[in-house]
Antibody, heavy 123, light 112 residues
């Protein structure tokens, strides 16, 4: 059974940093690209960042480019999102998501989602 | 703002059929990129509902069906049930944007 368990969310002040983690199990982790998708309170889904199975390729939404860094440790089956220079508009539930096809960053199909972790940016 | 537009809400009585549209453009759905649909029940994470335009993952009832034509796609729910009350999102790829996917604006389905 595929499981994705996020952690690391919490309350942080504007300009602060936070690192999210996603522990994956139930599949061969390095065979799949992984993504972070966020959802602001009462709003829709927004794709944030993706990384290939090896971690050598990464993509970012324009809204987080230069501030967020996605990475993965395939030896630990764990995905990360380092978030710096946080803003109020980054407040959201952040979901870890597994690509539905394979190791290459593809066209967006997600077949499994984590339960999400809430990040609140406020003074 | 999203490049895939959905109606904010649709509603229907139990047993009725409702459809949700997902309108894109020539750089996404119209370019031939596939459309996927996700269901988000209240307070939970999204779940894959339809993939590659028309396919249902194992366990998804056949009351749910997807279609795609031109620059749009649709999700239909027949025999609407109370447990179908949720938010629904379409997703595709847009060649004018960086990244691996773009989501629709989302549609709230209410069972009357």
């Amino acid at each position: 059974e595929v499981q994705l368990v996020e952690s690391g969310g919490g309350l942080v002040q504007p300009g602060g940093s936070l690192r999210l983690s996603c522990a994956a199990s139930g599949f061969t982790f390095n065979n799949y690209a992984m993504s972070w998708v966020r959802q602001a309170p009462g709003k829709g889904l927004e794709w944030v960042s993706s990384t290939s199975g090896s971690g050598s390729s990464t993509y970012y939404a324009d809204s987080v480019k230069g501030r967020f860094t996605i990475s993965r440790d395939n030896s630990k089956n764990t995905l990360y999102l380092q978030m710096n220079s946080l803003r109020a508009e980054d407040t959201a539930v952040y979901y870890c998501a597994k690509d539905g096809v394979g190791a290459t960053i593809g066209l967006g199909l997600i077949d499994y989602w984590g339960q999400g972790t809430l990040v609140t940016v406020s003074s | 703002h999203s490049v895939l537009t959905q109606p904010p809400s649709v509603s229907g009585a139990p047993g009725q059929r409702v459809t949700i549209s997902c309108t894109g453009s020539s750089s996404n759905i119209g370019a031939g990129y596939d459309v996927h649909w996700y269901q988000q029940l209240p307070g939970t994470a999204p779940k894959l509902l339809i993939y590659y335009n028309t396919h249902r993952p194992s366990g998804v009832p056949d009351r749910f069906s997807g279609s795609k034509s031109g620059t749009s796609a649709s999700l239909a729910i027949t025999g609407l049930q109370a447990e179908d009350e949720a938010d629904y999102y379409c997703q595709s790829y847009d060649s004018s944007l960086s990244g691996s996917g773009v989501f629709g604006t989302g549609t709230k389905v209410t069972v009357l």
